[in-house]
């Protein structure tokens, strides 16, 4: 069984920076491909980032604030978010699964999920 469990999440200004980690049982991200999500309140769950293999993927509303990567040898994977606007507050969560590239947006492709940590970005 995977498990991953989320960490890093808090209150921060707009425009400050935050580091969420992902660690996981066993050597999950380097069997599966590992990513972030995000869920705000009444919304859906939107695509943050991803990596699959050595292919990193964001999502249009953070490409360029936001880095992914991983420490294969910790089984962690983080998200490094920087420039952080009131919008991004949400929970984010990590999520592992076995995906073809052109899935790797979609919620329902992964079979794991974290618990998930909130990010509240103040105005």
């Known amino acids: 069984q995977v498990e991953l469990v989320e960490s890093g999440g808090g209150l921060v200004p707009a425009g400050g920076s935050l580091t969420l980690s992902c660690a996981s049982s066993?050597?999950?991200?380097?069997?599966?491909?590992g990513g972030w999500f995000r869920q705000a309140p009444g919304k859906e769950r939107e695509f943050v980032a991803a990596f699959k293999g050595g292919s990193t993927y964001y999502g249009p509303s953070v490409k360029g604030r936001f880095t992914i990567s991983r420490d294969s040898a910790r089984n962690t994977i983080f998200l490094q978010m920087d420039s952080l606007k009131p919008e991004d507050t949400a929970v984010y969560y990590c999520?592992?699964?076995?995906?073809?590239?052109?899935?790797?947006?979609?919620?329902?492709?992964?079979?794991?999920w974290g618990q998930g940590t909130q990010v509240t970005v103040s105005s």
């Open positions: 066993g050597r999950t991200f380097n069997t599966y491909t």
């Open positions: 999520a592992a699964g076995r995906l073809i590239t052109s899935n790797i947006p979609t919620a329902s492709g992964y079979a794991y």
